[in-house]
């Protein structure tokens, strides 16, 4: 159906599945680190989060939930490239970006597909570049770091800083 501005209405999807997808999404994030071991604490922090999150995907709610898991991965005993952290980053990458698109859409409207083309291929790019991250991390060597790689590491990170600055201020 066409309105008389040439607006096309009724296609797409309801809205309410990018709400199901952050609940399904976020039952996963709670579940992951439940299977792992940690106490029962995280249902208590984590699910209110979550379904604060489903109801107000733009609310605040939804960074709550990835401090947390954050806080509860980097607290956590083990290795820092285990698979429960492996697991953890695209279901939060991906519990974002649907909050994002939710935060934005009334919750009684409708999404078409394409529209969701683009954050589904960023989301990809980003998961891309971070497990090729991780697995540059994984051949990192796991003992003290010579001294001479970290002043250059500090200085290529000043560098990159001070690029984007002199680039944010030629525009």
Known sequence: MRTPDGLVVGRGLPSILLRVAIFVVGLAIVLVPLLEGTTLGTVVVLVPAVLASVYAPASPAPAGVVVVV?????????????????????????????????????????????????????????QAVVFALAGLAALLPAGRVPVAFEVVGLAGLAGIGLLLIWLQRAK
């Open 70 to 126: 954050a806080l509860l991965v980097a607290l956590a005993d083990g290795d820092p490239l285990r698979a429960e952290v492996l697991v953890l980053i695209p279901l939060v990458h991906l519990f974002h970006v649907t909050c994002a698109i939710a935060g934005v859409v009334p919750s009684d409207g409708r999404v078409h597909v394409s529209a969701l083309r683009t954050p589904a291929l960023r989301f990809v790019l980003v």
